[in-house]
């Protein structure tokens, strides 16, 4: 299965995060805590210069502690700003915050000498569904920002103001290749890639074929089938069957069956499942 998303307002997007960074003092780069290292966009990156950058483990509650404190440890290896939330958490409003204005306190100290006094402007950015329009009204604490559970919701830039910091919400990016198709498999598997443009069937043959590797008995646990020596092809078969994802006259319904398996993933069904 090879993967390209790189649709035409996604590089009107990129142009006009080049011409607004220049206005904003820092950045908040939203990871999906699920497969956070599969969430960089290069294109992204070179745009952000060197302004500071706070990296957000966003999603937290949809992986294990254990997997969240190694990608944890895995950004921090490169980045100095890296913390972990729950975008639907307002606990999690306090630690977002408090971040920021710690990543950008030499800002505003630099602001301060000057004796100008005026918002930090933020750009919030990452690939598509990482939640960013959703961290964005975590902190204004109401809907300002649109929000979906799907890649493509954001279409234009939204400036919103919280506090001392004006937001920048901006439409989520993919890389214009993939050159890992690993990742863009990872990133296909948590709905950051429009679901569309992918082979539900072939997805959920690599998603059965990662957890049989990864995490042995939770297919066995959901879905009641044994996967002892057997292909994914097989393990598929007898999951729709369970399911009763079938035609009329006991044909298998795949179409049916694939969307079922993603879905399970998607709502957290399977468990806590990380893409590492």
């Given at each position: ?55 957000v483990l966003n999603k937290c509650d949809l992986v294990d ?212």
């Amino acid at each position: 299965m090879f993967l390209q998303w790189f649709p035409g307002h996604m590089t009107k997007a990129l142009r006009m995060m080049e011409e607004e960074v220049r206005l904003c003092d820092g950045i908040v780069m939203v990871l999906d805590a699920r497969a956070p290292l599969a969430c960089f966009n290069q294109k992204l990156t070179a745009i952000f210069g060197n302004k500071p950058v706070v990296y957000v483990l966003n999603k937290c509650d949809l992986v294990d502690s254990k997997d969240v404190k190694y990608f944890e440890s895995e950004l921090k290896k490169s980045f100095k700003n890296v913390i972990s939330i729950i975008g639907t958490s307002e606990k999690s409003a306090q630690t977002l915050y408090g971040a920021i204005e710690k990543a950008l306190a030499p800002v505003r100290e630099k602001y301060k000498n000057k004796g100008v006094n005026k918002p930090l402007r933020v750009m919030v950015a990452g690939i598509p569904n990482t939640g960013k329009s959703t961290l964005i009204n975590l902190l204004c604490g109401n809907k300002r920002a649109k929000t979906g559970d799907k890649a493509g919701v954001t279409k234009d830039k939204q400036w919103v103001k919280v506090k001392s910091i004006e937001l920048l919400d901006t439409p989520g990016t993919t890389p214009p290749s993939f050159e890992n198709q690993t990742f863009a498999k990872y990133l296909a598997f948590i709905g950051s890639i429009n679901d569309d443009i992918v082979d539900f069937t072939e997805l959920s043959l690599e998603l059965i074929s990662y957890l049989t590797q990864n995490y042995n008995g939770v297919i066995e646990t959901v879905y009641k089938v044994e996967t002892l020596e057997k292909q994914p092809e097989q393990i598929f078969l007898d999951i729709a069957k369970k399911r009763g994802a079938l035609k009329k006259g006991g044909e298998i319904d795949e179409e049916r069956a694939s969307n079922i398996i993603i879905a399970d993933l998607r709502k957290g069904k399977l468990g806590k499942i990380a893409f590492k």
